[in-house]
Each structure stands twice: as C-alpha cells, then as structure tokens.
T-cell receptor, first 111, second 112 residues
Framework: RKEVEQDPGPFNVPEGATVAFNCTYS??????FFWYRQDCRKEPKLLMS???SGNEDGRFTAQLNRASQYISLLIRDSKLSDSATYLC????????????FGAGTRLAVHP | NAGVTQTPKFRVLKTGQSMTLLCAQD?????MYWYRQDPGMGLRLIHY???????AKGEVPDGYNVSRLKKQNFLLGLESAAPSQTSVYFC???????????FGPGTRLTVT
C-alpha cells in the first residue's frame, strides 16, 4: 500500500464548479501535511498547509482528519488557471523533514 | 533572490556515461534534498542533507552519489548512467524540519 494515496483523475470540470480531492495516508506518525500544486513540466509549489482545525485560503479549503487518516482539498468557483496536478504530501518525523508525496490528482478546468 | 536553481535543465546521456547535477540555493537553508519524479509514481527521495558536510540516503539512493561541500550547493552524481535513471530530477531546500520545501525548476535527464 502506498504511504500517501490519491485518485489520479483526471477531474474534468467546467469553470465555476466546486471540486474536491481526497487523499489517504497510511502512517499514523505523519506529523504535517501539505497540498502542493504542480503545473505541467514545472516544479511543485506549496499551495497550502493542512491543519487539524482546517484552513481556508480564498477559494481553497483544506481539512485533515487524523482519526480516519485522510486529507481533503476543496476548490470553489474553479478557474481555468486552476488546471494543474495537485500533490498531497505528508511528513514523517526523523529530524530531516522527509516529505512523502502522493502521485497527484490532475485537474482540468474547461470553459 | 533566485531561490533554488538547477543546472543543467536538460541532458541526454548514453548508458555508462557519468554526469553531475548542480543545485544551488540562496536562502541560507540548512536542509537540501534530491528527488526524482516518474510518471504515476510521485516524487521519490534520492538523497538529502541536513547541513554542510552531511549527506544521507533517501528511499531510492542506488546508482547516485551526493556531496554538500558548501551550504548553498548540493551536487547529485551519476557514475554510470542507466536507462532506468531517465527521469526528471528536482532539488529542494527548507530552513527547518516540517517547513515548506522550495523546489528548483528540475533537470530532465534521458539515458539512451
């Protein structure tokens, strides 16, 4: 079983739609979680950190459920520019900030 | 402020050739990492460093070596390239554990 699992998609949605991605992780020792965004042929960039209390940044909302070991990302009012691959990322303790990446979920927003 | 830079951006090698990928960061970060990204597999950690002069193995270290002689630079070496090392290589850095990692633009390597 992969340590971080995501639905690879693609999710094809019209502009203005609300879309949700889920991600599950297998290691209950994972300390911190993030969503990264990766555009085609570009490097990953941090979209947002994920906190147990949930956090929101504009149209994006992230939630963490430690009991069920899943993380979610909700995108409201999708824009064409949201088209990208979204990487779910967890960390393991060990003093070196090891990031465990999911394989990514591809989102395609169409007019 | 350039952030994290990588050279070269692209490279084609023949099987058995060697090369070194250079990663440089100007953010005074202690931690640096080398990842490879293959289709459908996500990023996998090759080697990492928690400070100048230190290196350690990640999850896929075989066939690679690294050095961190200066805090700002992290080098990844392939001594004898194999087709299985065809991939996109990303370098990343961060100032402390559990903080955001900043990635370089990547190096696309093809081994024929």
């Amino acid at each position: 079983r992969k340590e971080v699992e995501q639905d690879p998609g693609p999710f094809n949605v019209p502009e203005g739609a609300t879309v949700a991605f889920n991600c599950t992780y297998s290691n209950s020792a994972s300390q911190s979680f993030f969503w990264y965004r990766q555009d085609c042929r570009k490097e990953p960039k941090l979209l947002m950190s994920v906190y147990s209390s949930g956090n929101e940044d504009g149209r994006f909302t992230a939630q963490l459920n430690r009991a069920s070991q899943y993380i979610s990302l909700l995108i409201r009012d999708s824009k064409l520019s949201d088209s990208a691959t979204y990487l779910c990322v967890g960390t393991l303790s060990g003093g070196y900030n090891k990031l465990i990446f999911g394989a990514g979920t591809r989102l395609a927003v169409h007019p | 402020n350039a952030g994290v830079t990588q050279t070269p951006k692209f490279r084609v090698l023949k099987t058995g050739q060697s090369m070194t990928l250079l990663c440089a960061q100007d953010m005074n970060h202690e931690y640096m990492y080398w990842y490879r990204q293959d289709p459908g597999m996500g990023l996998r950690l090759i080697h990492y460093s928690v400070g100048e002069g230190t290196t350690a193995k990640g999850e896929v270290p075989d066939g690679y070596n690294v050095s961190r002689l200066k805090k700002q630079n992290f080098l990844l070496g392939l001594e004898s390239a194999a087709p299985s090392q065809t991939s996109v290589y990303f370098c990343a850095s961060t100032r402390e554990a559990y903080y955001e990692q900043y990635f370089g633009p990547g190096t696309r390597l093809t081994v024929t």
